[in-house]
């Protein structure tokens, strides 16, 4: 194993210049300031001394009502019961754990940078990336609007679920596009809420738009590019968990190792190296194209296997697609007795709703697509079965002994 691996460090000048900066209160300080973050109302949580305003967002997103769902959300592999494969929520620790390495180095404001983390998926689908295209697909056919998962995590935050998140937070969830690497990261200057709502609606109209976002602040562009490198490596290690790959180092090294402590490693000492002191976010030449290769390779030799869309194609698109419809009638019939309205629209009423707006005047569209983006993978399974029982769109889970022999007794 010794053999195989890629340990990058830091060079010996920002090593020492940054050990020289922190013994003598001289670090650069590119830190959002939180005494001048917006709120869309500003007479309430207001920052106190044990409670700044962004550490006030990372407890409103923790105690968020979907907050929990993370834990059984796929991340990239769905139906493998593997307990050692990463969900949804161990994701967004890792996103968090990692731009906070980076923020605290470069003298970031590390709250920004964990309420972003935390927050940049809660409005995942279940099934990961292929549910948000399935529910993008239907609800595009029927309203011609597009669903976005970065799109909707600021909508759970700030529409179905009124949390009064501040605007830095919420524009570098919707900025944080972890699917589109750069090799440099700018911050872009938002003037307030009415330019975001603006940026978000545009999202809904044009799919295109969400890649053309960059975050407003330094923290949103860490936590953009944290994103990625937390999913480079890790992903190839679950696959290697799940037996699709026979051994991570088999994708190939695209320079900057092919372990997943590796890759992490080698990435954040690169930028580091290139972003200390400075008001953008950087990566070598090198390293960026290292970066962009590898996320391709994992393209080619996991995301995109036969076997692994075809599957999901084949069951989960069926099942969200007959689902969204018939949750559809139910909420247009006024049928209360319907999952739609016992677990879905009761729960959001009686989870401190926004009442500036009645929730049942939001449009039914989309009021489906929030009831089916706030599952998890087993609760959206339960209800197609309960609401198709003799359907014969079935699942099959990898369990957990299918490698064993089975004893004979």
């Not at 609401?387 to 022999?405: A, T």
């Amino acid at each position: 194993m010794s053999n195989n691996r890629n340990y990058e460090h830091l060079s010996r000048e920002i090593s020492e210049r940054i050990r020289y900066d922190r013994e003598h209160g001289t670090r650069p300080n590119f830190a959002a300031d939180g005494s001048k973050a917006l709120r869309r109302d500003m007479s309430s949580d207001k920052e106190s001394a044990w409670r700044p305003a962004y550490l006030r967002d990372v407890d409103k997103i923790l105690h968020s009502p979907y907050y929990n769902r993370y834990t059984d959300k796929t991340q990239v592999f769905s139906f493998y019961k593997n307990d050692d494969i990463t969900r949804r929520a161990l994701h967004v620790q890792l996103v968090s754990r990692t731009a906070r390495t980076l923020g605290a180095v470069l003298g970031l404001n590390t709250d920004l940078i964990e309420a972003i983390a935390l927050g940049h998926d809660i409005g995942h689908t279940p099934f990961g990336h292929a549910g948000e295209r399935y529910i993008s697909e239907v609800y595009h056919a029927e309203t011609g609007r597009y669903f976005n998962h970065n799109v909707h995590s600021v909508r759970v935050l700030d529409g179905i679920f009124d949390h009064n998140i501040t605007l830095d937070t919420l524009d570098g969830i919707i900025g944080h596009n972890g699917e589109f690497e750069m090799d440099e990261y700018r911050p872009a200057f938002l003037e307030g809420f009415k330019a975001f709502d603006e940026m978000v609606e545009s999202c809904y109209v044009d799919e295109s738009n969400i890649i053309k976002i960059i975050p407003s602040t330094l923290e949103g562009c860490v936590v953009r590019v944290s994103d990625i490198i937390a999913y480079l490596g890790k992903d190839r290690q679950d696959a290697e968990r799940a037996g699709l790959i026979d051994s991570s180092h088999d994708i190939g090294d695209a320079g900057i190792g092919t372990i997943n402590s590796d890759i992490m490693n080698n990435l954040m000492v690169n930028i580091i190296e290139n972003s200390y002191g400075k008001p953008y976010i950087k990566l070598d030449e090198e390293h960026y194209q290292s970066m962009s290769k590898a996320k391709r390779d994992n393209y080619a030799q996991i995301y995109k296997k036969d076997n692994v869309a075809s599957v999901l194609d084949e069951t989960v698109r069926p099942m969200m697609h007959k689902m969204y419809y018939q949750l559809l009638n139910d909420l247009k019939a006024g049928k209360k007795s319907s999952p739609i309205y016992k677990h879905h629209v009761d729960f959001v009423l009686n989870n401190h709703y926004a009442h500036s707006m009645p929730y049942m005047e939001t449009e039914p569209n989309q009021i489906v697509v929030d009831y089916i983006a706030s599952m998890t993978d087993d609760y959206c399974t339960e209800l197609y079965k309960f609401l198709f029982p003799s359907s014969n769109v079935d699942i099959k889970y990898h369990g957990y002994f299918e490698d064993l022999e089975a004893p004979k007794i």
